[in-house]
């Protein structure tokens, strides 16, 4: 009898968990489209001539997310363990190629995306996924100190040279997060991690784009009108929003004030329109939802394969949205790191639900594991 009741309570978490992520995946990303498309009116009218054309675009990748999630959850879970290496491999010869002239494409001063049929695809979108597949599979066997060297050191170089130091930070936090939780050397952690913070100070100080960036946010007033104008402007939306905000479709700061309104800076926005009290309510549901992917990462065997891929998975989205949020409030630098489900970006809003179709496969995975191990007790 006790077995059965702890077989049932273990079912009703394990489906739960899997409700939970699924339908709070659908419901953030049905909220991010509808901000999309208030943030993006006049630029889009501007580029296309029509309103509609942001949100179509994204649109389309929803739909397709929503295709590949259901797959994903579906395929053989053995499947994405086997081929994990080469998931990485793949996405460094795209870091590679989006570097060379006729692959990639330049944009501001930088090479981080490819040109595919009229529509652009940044692969550093990609290797996040690839980098937590990787790294699951790698670290739940024996990770070593000097392999985790050579593989953070490959893709931070990578990084570096399209520039993208904000897409870098969450790489190493997923590296090193995920690092620890295998049950890597805190020593050999703290160490790499101090010359890590030097030479990124180093890069910094020698890149006059990455510089001005620091001395912008150390004094926007400084320049209001060239490098301190995008902080000033979030500054103006979150302001004007108080407490309760403009209203819907009210936004002042989205009618070509503030630069990526529909992407990077779409927290100002939304901010601005539903106030402190409705932008703390939308917080709060994602940090629920991360939450609630950390506690999916309870349910495997400790250190294996299925929950180091889980826990990657949280270190990612809760790490990328604590960054974008710190960024737009001008607690850190503005870094171009798009908010998970919110931000304008078909690369990312499609990797990030092949990303949670991996997790509701683990999870599949995980109830027949139970079941089986609960029959043959029974028997």
């Not at 990639?104 to 550093?124: D, I, M, S, T």
């Not at 050999?188 to 101090?194: P, Q």
């Amino acid at each position: 009898m006790k077995l059965r009741s702890q077989k049932s309570d273990k079912d009703k978490s394990v489906f739960s968990l899997e409700k939970i992520i699924f339908f709070m995946s659908v419901f953030l990303a049905i909220l991010g489209l509808f901000f999309i498309f208030e943030a993006s009116t006049t630029e889009s009218y501007r580029l296309v001539g029509h309103q509609y054309h942001f949100l179509k675009q994204q649109t389309v990748a929803l739909v397709l997310g929503l295709i590949a999630m259901f797959v994903v959850e579906r395929w053989p879970w053995s499947f994405w363990q086997k081929t994990a290496g080469l998931w990485f491999l793949g996405g460094i010869i795209l870091l590679i190629l989006v570097l060379i002239p006729g692959f990639g494409v330049e944009l501001n001063g930088a090479k981080r995306w490819f040109l595919l049929g009229g529509r652009v695809f940044q692969p550093v979108e990609f290797f996040k996924l690839a980098l937590v597949l990787f790294s699951a599979a790698w670290m739940s066997k024996n990770p070593k100190p000097q392999s985790f060297l050579l593989f953070t050191g490959i893709f931070s170089l990578l990084l570096l040279l399209q520039p993208d130091l904000g897409s870098l930070l969450i790489l190493l936090w997923i590296s090193f997060g995920m690092f620890f939780l295998a049950g890597g050397n805190l020593a050999f952690m703290a160490l790499v991690g101090s010359v890590g913070v030097g030479l990124l100070m180093i890069a910094i100080l020698a890149s006059p784009y990455r510089f001005q960036r620091l001395t912008t946010y150390l004094d926007p007033s400084k320049d209001p009108l060239g490098s301190g104008f995008h902080i000033r402007q979030i500054t103006l939306a979150l302001g004007h929003g108080g407490w309760l905000g403009t209203g819907i479709g009210n936004s002042q700061q989205k009618h070509a004030y503030i630069p990526e309104a529909s992407s990077d800076s779409i927290f100002a926005i939304v901010a601005e329109e539903v106030g402190f009290f409705g932008a703390g309510i939308i917080l709060a549901l994602m940090f629920f939802y991360v939450f609630s992917i950390y506690r999916a990462g309870g349910l495997f065997e400790e250190r294996s394969f299925e929950q180091l891929l889980v826990y990657g998975v949280f270190l990612w989205l809760g790490g990328q949205i604590l960054l974008n949020i710190a960024a737009v409030v001008a607690l850190v630098p503005l870094t171009g790191l798009p908010l998970p489900f919110f931000s304008y970006g078909g690369t990312s809003l499609l990797t990030t639900f092949i990303t949670i179709g991996l997790i509701l496969g683990a999870i599949r995975s995980q109830k027949t594991k139970v079941s089986s191990r609960v029959r043959k007790k029974v028997q």
